[in-house]
């Protein structure tokens, strides 16, 4: 994703962030969970609302990886999902919506689609 | 079938010998057993018995479609079809049978089958395609098969004609049949038993059966199945020895009246019987194949025992099934609103199986085989082995060990108790696949693989090997390893444990996992060392997410006694923070509808007032509850409160596998249900008799008594000691019920290691729960008091200050509660 295709939204200072963990950014109505993926040196970021029930949870999950596939556990009742691509990969048919990162001078930014 | 096994057989003992097959169908060998399934989408290829190479890779000759007609004995020749001529030193006759068509007047008509070979299949399909009514003639095996194919095709009205007063005359007994017919009446299938078929009425195709006496039945189509007839012509053309009713006759060594003729299969007739299962004739194609090699086979009388599944329905038979008082006792539970029907047959000096009879359950098919081929000795109740033993679980897999090595477990492929286990400590076998490949059992019917796994699992633990219990695919460890190596190795985050003992990068199996047993090596604060993102839901933020996104609050009550000031606290909190409030069964109380922003704010306030963490979100010791006791009740024979007290606070905050609750009652009638708990204290006469093991949940079993009439300071030891035993050995996520129940030698066991201190570990055990109740903290204390770990109790990290929109309370009963899920 470029910059002409993008809006990126300053989400935090790196320090804010949780390492090998999620927070959640705030975007108007929007909620984005962000995660610093340190293990991996990677930054991911997706909706925080888990399709499953529609919590705003999953920047609370556990992160880790299935092979060699980053995922992220929703608290409330473990639907995992790729960080990668979105997609569910508990078997079922819902898949979130993902976000690029990056990080610069010590920010970092979630690039946010302008048609969304 | 019995030809491609004998082809099978010889060929993996020689590969000398000209081998040629002459068939007359056009394919080569397939499972006739598994026919019906053609119909549920395997095709003739998934049946074939054999890869289209196989014949070919074996330096085998197969002739499809070309079948021998003629045979010259003197001059040692056969002549197929097409006219040419082949020589032999020895000729096998595996022609099987065909299904015996009786002699009823319409039976050319259009619309009557048998059900033999798929292209029967073919043609049945097809037919039924047109039919609405269907009937079988032949209430047997097959036939039962041929109906429930029927109704596979979509004919719903398929009825089966029976000439013999009950269904599968040969394998079960009147009150079985009734069983069987009753369930199958259940699928929608109609039953005529004693029915003697006169003619088949209809111009030119098949409109109507009409019986003996006179009534009639209207089917558009007719399956006949009842019953095989040897395919004997070609042999008793050539003038070798045929049965009076059919059958190629044969000594023990497979051999005819020519010495340089056999005959194996369905088409030999040994000791006046055709054997008409799978099994016996592997079993002659073994014996010949052996004795062509020479080798020195006998084949003898076989064990016709099934046991199949018929439309779901399970039917077995073993042994000698129909033999009955005064030559034997019989045992019978019939359950008719389960649908089950058992009979064994025992000797009259109750020390044998004889054999039986089972419908609708099957489940102790093989054991009841084996016991009554190995003429095992009877326990004193033996109706127990179609009971199940009741009062006290039975060990499982405690009958195989009993089993001698010459037990046959796969009568199909003919391989015994010894031949398994010997896979396993000779062959290397691990696995249930290594151990069919290896020897081939299972590879038949498949009815012996409960068997076979049970032997399997008995014969590598018997080695040592336990059958690894590896966490995840991260870390190539038990749990019970995995702690000593975090142990040994000194290791307190969860980063350093994947680091040096795991691989990629974790999972929410065993993240939660490794912080447990962190928190029960070390104690110390959960949320610290980077620890917090590696715990599981609720302890990452000290409480209990509910529904919605709000957390609940629950600060411990020690032994559920609470002074009114604090209860004061409790409600004003609750009041000012909005909170829903509910008394728990732990006898504490619950504060709900608490945003995550709030919660370090409350539990200050919490803090200040004397409170600490209950722990209601953790996996570790919940409440102790309590009665009244002797302190206020007339009955109480002890002071159950204080004790309760003494023990929520010596063991608050340790963590183990899972959550573990306790209680004391002050006397016999037990208000704190202690028998319920993990371990409980009941108060007697002369001190405290001690519970443990029991659970609450969807499967609740009451605990089981250790120890009586001990005094305080013995109960507590033993308490320690049965908590860090359990902490140390039991799988993740296990409840002490759970271990109990998987412990090898149980209660017995359990009081041994903790009593009389059997594992010699006592002493270290006691030593190291020391540890952990001396370094207890309350950790919601610690959390309040350290910056970096409150700054992660808010919702937006790019607005710390605003509390999270999408929670929603509704208000119930003068109460908020929580908004129902979305509807999704």
């Known amino acids: 994703m470029t910059e002409t295709t993008n809006n990126w939204l300053a989400a935090c200072r790196v320090e804010d962030a949780v390492e090998n963990g999620g927070v959640c950014v705030k975007h108007g109505e929007e909620q984005i969970a962000l995660f610093y993926f340190t293990r991996r040196n990677e930054w991911y970021a997706t909706q925080n609302e888990c399709p499953h029930k529609k919590q705003m949870a999953l920047s609370r999950g556990m992160i880790g990886s299935i092979t060699d596939e980053p995922k992220v556990a929703c608290p409330f009742h473990k639907k995992t999902f790729s960080l990668n691509t979105g997609e569910c990969l508990s078997g079922d048919e819902c898949a979130i919506k993902t976000y690029p990162v990056k990080v610069e001078n010590g920010t970092v930014y979630v690039g946010i689609n302008p048609k969304s | ?824």
């Open chain 2, 1 to 824: 079938m019995v030809g491609y096994k004998f082809c099978e057989k010889l060929r993996s003992k020689t590969s000398s010998f000209n081998l040629i097959v002459f068939g007359e169908e056009p394919r080569r060998a397939y499972d006739r057993v598994h026919l019906s399934e053609y119909f549920n989408g395997k095709t003739a290829d998934d049946l074939s018995l054999s890869t289209e190479n196989w014949y070919q890779e074996q330096n085998i000759t197969l002739f499809l479609n070309n079948p021998v007609v003629k045979i010259d004995r003197e001059q040692q020749k056969v002549y197929t079809g097409n006219g040419l001529d082949y020589a032999y030193d020895i000729l096998v006759f595996a022609t099987g049978s065909g299904a015996f068509v009786p002699n009823i007047p319409g039976i050319e008509k259009e619309g009557v089958f048998v059900y033999r070979t798929l292209e029967d299949l073919d043609l049945i399909s097809e037919y039924a395609k047109k039919a609405k009514t269907a009937s079988v003639i032949g209430g047997g095996l097959l036939g039962l098969e041929a109906a429930k194919a029927l109704i596979d095709l979509g004919i719903d009205k398929t009825s089966i004609i029976e000439f013999a007063p009950r269904l599968m005359p040969r394998q079960i007994d009147a009150a079985g049949s009734d069983m069987l017919k009753s369930k199958l009446t259940d699928l929608g299938l109609q039953i005529h038993l004693n029915k003697n078929t006169a003619n088949i009425e209809g111009e030119g195709k098949i409109t109507a059966l009409k019986f003996s006496d006179d009534t009639s039945l209207e089917a558009d189509m007719l399956v006949i199945s009842a019953g095989i007839k040897p395919r004997d012509e070609l042999a008793k053309a050539c003038g070798i020895e045929v049965g009076a009713r059919g059958g190629i006759v044969v000594d023990e060594k497979m051999q005819t009246s020519d010495p340089a003729i056999f005959a194996i299969g369905e088409c030999a007739l040994f000791d006046g019987m055709i054997y008409g299962l799978v099994a016996p004739g592997y079993e002659m194609a073994e014996v010949l194949a052996t004795n062509l090699c020479a080798g020195n086979k006998s084949f003898s009388s076989f064990d016709m025992s099934t046991k199949l599944k018929l439309i779901g329905i399970d039917v077995a038979s073993f042994g000698d099934n129909f033999i009955t008082e005064p030559d034997c006792r019989t045992i019978i539970f019939e359950n008719k609103h389960k649908g089950t029907y058992k009979r064994i047959n025992i000797s009259n000096d109750g020390q044998h199986l004889l054999g039986g009879i089972l419908i609708g359950d099957a489940s102790a098919y093989n054991m009841l085989l084996q016991t009554a081929i190995n003429k095992i000795a009877l326990p004193d109740d033996p109706e127990e082995l179609i009971l199940g033993a009741r009062g006290g679980s039975e060990p499982a897999g405690a009958g195989i060990t009993s089993l001698p090595d010459s037990a046959l477990i796969c009568s199909c492929e003919g391989v015994s108790k010894g031949d398994i286990c010997a896979s396993v400590t000779d062959g290397g076998c691990e696995n249930i696949d290594d151990v069919k490949k290896c020897t081939k059992a299972g590879t038949g019917c498949g009815g012996c693989m409960p068997m076979v796994k049970d032997l399997l699992n008995y014969t590598l633990k018997a080695q040592g090997k336990y059958i690894k219990n590896v966490i995840c695919e991260h870390f190539n460890y038990s749990r019970q390893e995995l702690y000593d190596l975090i142990h040994i190795h000194e290791l307190k985050s969860y980063d350093e444990v994947l680091t040096a003992l795991g691989e990629n990068d974790g999972c929410e199996i065993c993240k939660p996992l490794v912080s447990s047993i962190l928190a029960s090596l070390w104690n110390e604060m959960i949320l610290k060392k980077g620890n917090d993102v590696a715990q599981d839901s609720n302890d990452r933020f000290l409480a209990n997410i509910q529904k919605g996104g709000s957390y609940s609050v629950v600060p411990r009550v020690p032994g559920g006694e609470i002074t009114p000031e604090k209860l004061i606290v409790i409600g004003e909190v609750a009041k000012k923070y909005g909170l829903y409030t509910k008394i728990t069964g732990g006898q504490r109380i619950d504060l709900f509808g608490a945003h995550l922003n709030d919660l370090p704010v409350i539990w200050e306030e919490l803090i200040a007032a004397g409170f600490e963490s209950g722990h209601a979100y953790g996996k570790g010791l919940r409440t102790v509850k309590s009665c009244v006791g002797s302190t206020w009740c007339r009955f109480g024979l002890h002071d159950s409160v204080s004790f309760a007290i003494r023990i929520e606070e010596r063991y608050r905050g340790i963590r183990a596998p899972h959550k573990f609750k306790s209680a004391v009652s002050g006397c016999i009638r037990e208000c704190a249900e202690a028998q319920s708990k993990d371990f409980g204290i009941i108060a007697t006469e002369k001190g405290w008799n001690l519970y443990v093991c029991g659970n609450g949940g969807s499967k609740p079993q009451h605990a089981l008594l250790l120890a009586t009439d001990l005094d305080s300071e013995t109960c507590i030891k033993y308490i320690d000691r049965f908590l860090m035993f359990y902490i140390r050995t039991a799988d993740p996520l296990t409840r002490t019920a759970t271990w109990l129940n998987k412990m090898e030698g149980g209660i017995d066991y359990l009081r041994n290691v903790v009593i009389n201190d059997s594992l010699g570990m006592a002493k270290q055990w006691e030593h190291e729960i020391e540890k952990l109740i001396s370094s207890y903290k309350c950790e919601w204390k610690e959390a309040v008091e350290n910056p970096a770990i409150r700054k992660r109790f808010s919702h937006f990290v790019n607005a710390p200050e605003e509390k999270d929109p999408s929670i929603e309370f509704v208000e119930m009963r003068g109460q908020k509660r929580t908004a129902e899920w979305k509807i999704v």
